[in-house]
């Protein structure tokens, strides 16, 4: 059973930047495609950047680009979200998930798809 755990939320004001981490504590980080997911209140989970399993695709969705960066480092066992000028609409509890990939360049949107996820970390954006 994997286990994944995030790090790295907070409280920040509008424009600033926090880096989120997502660590692995079963197989190794490469064995897997990633993503990052986010659930404001009272709105479903969505799914905010993938990555595939050698870091070489990712997807974003529209609100996010140009503003994150989703990276891995597999030597680290590490998943990343670089967030920058963030805004009150990023305030959401954000879930790293994980997915075995045969191909190690497919990136999966589809959170159905994510058999383990993280516990969550809360990501505030003061206006």
């Known amino acids: 059973q994997e286990q994944l755990v995030e790090s790295g939320g907070g409280l920040v004001q509008a424009g600033g930047s926090l880096r989120l981490a997502c660590a692995t504590s079963g197989r190794t980080l490469s064995a897997y495609a990633m993503g990052w997911f986010r659930q404001a209140p009272g709105k479903e989970r969505e799914i905010i950047a993938a990555?595939?399993?050698?870091?070489?695709?990712?997807f974003y969705v529209d609100s996010v680009k140009g503003r994150f960066t989703i990276s891995r480092d597999n030597v680290k066992n590490t998943l990343y979200l670089q967030m920058n000028m963030l805004e009150p609409e990023d305030t959401a509890v954000y879930y790293c998930?994980?997915?075995?990939?045969?191909?190690?360049?497919?990136?999966?949107?589809?959170?159905?798809?994510?058999?383990?996820w993280g516990q969550g970390t809360q990501v505030t954006v003061s206006s």
């Open positions: 990555i595939s399993r050698s870091g070489g695709r990712t």
């Open positions: 998930a994980a997915e075995s990939a045969l191909s190690p360049q497919v990136v999966i949107t589809d959170q159905d798809r994510y058999d383990y």
